[in-house]
């Protein structure tokens, strides 16, 4: 990682509950299953505090956005492919078998579970329980096998941004309704959505919020964040499929 780059404290709340503008854009891809809404506390926030770019340069990424400041990049590559190949039943065919790795939902992700995909994703990948504490909680995100699942990322294609002295590495998860982890620290990063949104909060360094490191993204949300002053609200933003937030 590169000195002087950035440090943000962010959560992140997933949903695959498909807003209908982007089942008209991008299709589920299998994902939503019947009866699976999200829990009531992840209604849609349209508020956004973070600029959105179509069309940036790298020079100006670098200048004004890289050491300072999130921008989600739009329209800046074409996934169409990936998103096709990341349906239900093409990854369930191609990675039913494989071993994933889950972590807990809270702060340190202590707790890790192997088992196969296909099991995770037919008896585990539901809605949030938004009384569930964080380290009762396991989805699939970040624990990837890259050689096993090698044949499934050579069809993405990342940002055409990148940082001197940084060297990148995917990690590719799936996780249901209303679910996240609290508060961590992040360096230089991106997160493309594929299908489903993702509802990011974050805060300067300087700046410590109010949280527990094991209750869920989906109690904070819940239970601190409605009471927070403007003043005190973290920059946020929800993104759609094909978005890119770095």
């Known amino acids: ?19 209908a503008r982007s ?18 506390a992840v209604a849609e926030e349209e508020r956004c505090t ?16 890289a050491f300072s ?4 990049l ?12 990341c349906s239900r039943q093409r990854l369930l065919a191609l990675f039913g078998d494989s071993v994933v790795r889950l972590s807990t939902a809270n702060t340190y992700s202590y707790q890790k579970v192997d088992l196969p995909f296909q099991e995770y994703v037919e008896q ?16 699939f995100f970040g624990d990837n096998n890259f050689t096993e699942w090698a044949s499934l990322f050579r069809h993405y294609s990342p940002p055409p941004f990148s940082l001197l002295g940084t060297i ?34 974050l805060y300067p360094p300087a700046k410590t919020p109010e949280f527990h490191p094991n209750k869920t993204t989906l ?3 819940r239970d601190t964040y409605p009471a927070l002053a403007l003043s005190a609200r973290p920059l946020e933003c929800t993104i759609h499929a094909g978005a890119v937030f770095p």
């Open 219 to 221: 109690a904070w949300l």
């Open 124 to 139: 585990m990948l539901h809605p949030q329980d938004p009384f569930s504490m964080g380290n009762d909680t396991l989805y």
């Open 23 to 40: 089942l008209r854009e991008a299709g589920d891809g299998g994902w939503r299953r019947p009866g699976q809404g999200a829990p009531a």
């Open 1 to 19: 990682m590169a000195l002087g780059v950035r440090l943000l404290l962010l959560l992140a709340l997933w949903t695959l509950a498909v807003p």
């Open 69 to 72: 400041r999130p921008v989600i």
């Open 50 to 65: 973070v600029e959105r770019r179509a069309d940036l340069s790298y020079a100006e990424f670098v200048q004004r956005y």
């Open 74 to 85: 739009q329209g800046l590559t074409d996934n169409s492919r990936f998103r096709d190949l």
């Open 168 to 201: 990148p590495a995917y990690s590719f998860g799936i996780a249901g309704a209303g679910s996240g982890v609290p508060f961590h620290w992040h360096g230089p990063g991106f997160s493309e959505v594929i299908y489903g949104r993702k509802r990011w909060f």
